[in-house]
């Protein structure tokens, strides 16, 4: 089990970001980067299958400089790598942590997947779950365990919302009675006031990890599911609880 010092000063507040394909996770981290880079000593870890394609989205973005942005090439379905065996990512992240020593915050960006992928409390210690207005108004409703258990839920593209005809305010009110009340924040890079409020979640969210006050929540297992190979196979994988079955959600890996 791997645990969580504060005290350790090469030890940064580890924070994932997680969400659906296209949702705006790259975003939402080169917009925390170019706000917080001179508060904070930063770094940032992608994710993706088999491309470095986010790394050098960041890189050429210019958000912070080249070397402390690197990418962990999964080879596999992206939530085996943050949730199942986080190996790979947790010696990127630490080897980041070593190499520019101290660092405050570590970003570690999830490959796009489904609503149900989430982050190992292993691999990082809080999390962000990005839905954008354009996948739907009703998306919040449906609930998951990104969306019911992360730190903070991120609703992005609010700018986008009266030509996809979604009522934001009707999704954020949605989302925050699925989080039971927690954190919801309607986000668009368009609007800088938004942008700011990200930041101050982000600053608090260090402050409390600093402090010693944050305990790193589970969200929650993901569904079992079924991969179709596009060959006629398929596999399926049997997440923590011992069984599994499939919720007809297939994605292929070419
Ligand atoms: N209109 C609008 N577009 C946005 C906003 N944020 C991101 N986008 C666009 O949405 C698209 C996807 O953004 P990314 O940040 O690449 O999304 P991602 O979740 O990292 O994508 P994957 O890594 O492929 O899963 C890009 O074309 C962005 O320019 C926003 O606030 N408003």
Not at 208 to 215: K, L, V
Request: include cysteine; charge should be negative.
């Amino acid at each position: 089990m791997h645990d969580h010092p504060s005290h350790n000063e090469t030890r940064a507040l580890r924070l994932g970001v997680a969400g659906p394909v296209g949702t705006g996770k790259s975003s939402v981290i080169a917009a925390i980067c170019r706000q917080l880079r001179d508060e904070f000593a930063l770094g940032v870890i992608t994710n993706d299958i088999y491309t470095d394609e986010d790394a050098r989205f960041l890189k050429s973005a210019g958000v912070l400089p080249a070397e402390r942005i690197r990418a962990v090439e999964t080879g596999s379905c992206p939530h085996t790598a943050i949730r199942d065996d986080v190996t790979m990512n947790l010696i990127a992240v630490e080897d980041m942590e070593r190499d520019f020593a101290p660092l405050d915050i570590v970003l570690v960006e999830s490959g796009g997947d489904n609503l149900t992928a989430t982050f190992s409390p292993a691999l990082v210690d809080a999390q962000i779950f990005v839905l954008d207005v354009a996948g739907g108004g009703d998306v919040a409703r449906k609930g998951g365990p990104g969306i019911s258990g992360a730190d903070l839920l991120v609703i992005n593209k609010i700018d986008l919302g009266e030509h996809v005809d979604v009522d934001v305010d009707r999704m954020v009110a949605d989302a925050t009675s699925a989080r039971k009340g927690g954190p919801v924040l309607a986000l668009s890079r368009k609007r800088p006031e938004t942008v700011e409020q990200l930041c101050a979640w982000v600053r608090e969210m260090h402050k409390t990890y600093a402090a010693g006050g944050h305990i790193p929540v589970d969200p929650g297992p993901m569904a079992p599911h079924h991969h179709g190979e596009g060959d006629g196979h398929t596999h399926s994988h049997g997440h923590s609880h011992g069984h599994s079955h499939s919720h007809g959600y297939t994605h292929s890996h070419d």
